[in-house]
Each structure stands twice: as C-alpha cells, then as structure tokens.
C-alpha cells in the first residue's frame, strides 16, 4: 500500500482558505485513486472528494462543491485539497486516502490512509 502523509491544516477565519496537501511515497501512485475525507468531533467520517488514477474526473460532497477543488500531480506524487470560503461547519480533522484501481466515495472501500490534518476555521 502506498504512504500517505498529509500537510497544510491550520486555524483559518470564516471565507478563508486553505490547500491541503498529500504526499505519497511509492513509484505507483498513478495507480490510486485518490480521495479526501473529513471527521468532526463525534461525527462519522465522511467523503469530501475524490479524484481518478490521471485526474481526468473529479467528485464532490453537496456541501463542498463549488468551493473545494481536489488536483493531483503524478509526477510529485501529491494529491491537493484547495479549500476556499470556508464556514464553521468545515471544521474537522481531514484525512487522505488512496484506492488502488477505480474510485469511489465510500471510505471504506480505500485501503491507505494519512494520519489527519486538522482544519478549524472560526467564526
């Protein structure tokens, strides 16, 4: 299974932003696709988007589309979370996941994970 390793969380004011990061170690990470997923306190964890194996198809969650955008760059290994106008409500720990052949939305159909970035934006 590939590594994942996520950076870029942070403390960031209502109608910010912030790009999460994802790197992945390994020479097969153009086999994965690649996925976003986020858990508040004493909620379930629940996809936030999801890219395929070159990048040609993204997916949204209903409550992030049109204000998330998920990227990949194969050549560094990295997958990308741009978060922008930001609410409360986004308010999580956001965790990077990878999924050796087709993508998907349901978590536990990846079989890699980071270990989470926390993302509090303030009101």
């Known amino acids: 299974q590939v590594q994942l390793v996520e950076s870029g969380g942070g403390l960031v004011q209502a109608g910010g932003s912030l790009r999460l990061s994802c790197a992945a170690s390994?020479?097969?990470?153009?086999?994965?696709?690649m996925g976003w997923f986020r858990q508040a306190p004493g909620k379930e964890r629940e996809f936030v988007a999801a890219?395929?194996?070159?990048?040609?198809?993204?997916y949204y969650a209903d409550s992030v589309k049109g204000r998330f955008t998920i990227s990949r760059d194969n050549a560094k290994n990295t997958v990308f979370l741009q978060m922008d106008s930001l609410e409360p409500e986004d308010t999580a720990v956001y965790y990077c996941a990878g999924r050796l052949g087709v993508v998907t939305t349901t978590p536990g159909l990846f079989g890699s994970w980071g270990q989470g970035t926390q993302v509090t934006v303030s009101s």
């Open positions: 890219i395929t194996r070159i990048g040609s198809n993204t």
């Open positions: 390994g020479r097969t990470f153009s086999h994965y696709a």
